[in-house]
């Protein structure tokens, strides 16, 4: 594999460049570009992207870990774990940190490996329950949420199995409208039975929020993202 990271002359020349291919309008060629630097370099910048404060490179760094971190595992499954780890020791409040981004980038690499995914998702599910190691904070819970969703439209099948539908619904009730929006998604994903008056209900809700998916980030209303969910269910999405 080409090393193009020690070609850019510096660890803060490389950084810089995998934030500016984050941010270009291809992303496609983008991912396929960072995907050809070392991995195990590139994983470290794209962490500290997470924490970036425009949005769109926070997001398209998530998407950037999923197809980095699924490579890693194909070459060597236990360096993604060391990753996967790692994340879950910045959720961790011994950690000092927030962990911005790790929720949605966990489930990211999980939706794009599927050994990683039977091995974490219970973790990132523990993530939703008070009995397991539930996420208080309400910005993290709105990357959980996205990740349940989107781990959801990827592997439903698995997240069924380890009853997120009893764990999810609860989100609904949020103060945040972010977390109640995405976690209608994430239910209309799924298909849990147990929310659908809700979710119609909540079909003809205008409030909007920033929602991300495929390297695009747009602003959708809570009634479209619910009704795009749904439709996920028909094969439309």
Same mark, same amino acid.
């Given at each position: 594999m080409k090393d193009i990271t020690m070609g850019a002359g510096s660890t803060r020349e490389a950084k810089k460049r995998v934030f500016e291919l984050l941010a270009e309008?291809?992303? +496609?060629?983008?991912?396929?570009?960072?995907?050809? =630097? +070392?991995?195990?370099?590139?994983?470290?910048?794209?962490?500290?992207?997470?924490?970036?404060?425009? %949005?769109l490179i926070k997001w398209r760094a998530v998407s950037a870990l999923g *197809?980095?971190?699924?490579?890693?595992? +194909?070459?060597d499954l236990e360096t993604a774990r060391v990753i996967m780890r790692r994340f879950m020791w910045m959720l961790n409040d011994e950690s000092g940190g927030i962990g911005w981004g790790v929720p949605e980038s966990m489930a990211e690499i999980m939706a794009c490996h599927k050994d990683l995914g039977t091995e974490y998702a219970p973790i990132l599910v523990s993530y939703l329950r008070e009995d397991g190691n539930f996420l208080e904070?309400? %910005?993290?819970?709105?990357?959980? =949420?996205?990740?349940?969703?989107?781990?959801?439209? =990827?592997? %439903?099948?698995?997240?069924?199995?380890?009853?997120?539908e009893e764990y999810l619904p609860g989100f609904l009730e949020a103060n945040d409208l972010e977390v109640r929006a995405l976690a209608a998604w994430a239910c209309g994903i799924l298909?849990?039975?147990?929310?659908?008056?809700?979710? &119609?209900? =909540? *079909? &003809?809700?205008? +409030?909007?929020?920033?929602?991300?998916?495929n390297g695009v980030l747009e602003e959708k209303t809570v009634g479209e993202l619910i009704r795009n969910a749904i439709s996920i269910n028909n094969g439309n999405f």
């Open positions: 309008d291809d992303f +496609d060629r983008a991912i396929s570009e960072i995907t050809r =630097m +070392d991995r195990n370099k590139v994983v470290n910048y794209l962490i500290s992207a997470l924490c970036c404060c425009e %949005p *197809k980095v971190v699924s490579y890693l595992a +194909d070459e904070y309400e %910005p993290l819970q709105r990357g959980l =949420m996205w990740g349940i969703g989107r781990l959801g439209y =990827m592997r %439903p099948n698995l997240l069924k199995s380890l009853e997120v298909n849990v039975e147990s929310v659908k008056e809700v979710l &119609e209900k =909540m *079909k &003809e809700n205008t +409030d909007t929020i920033l929602f991300y998916w």
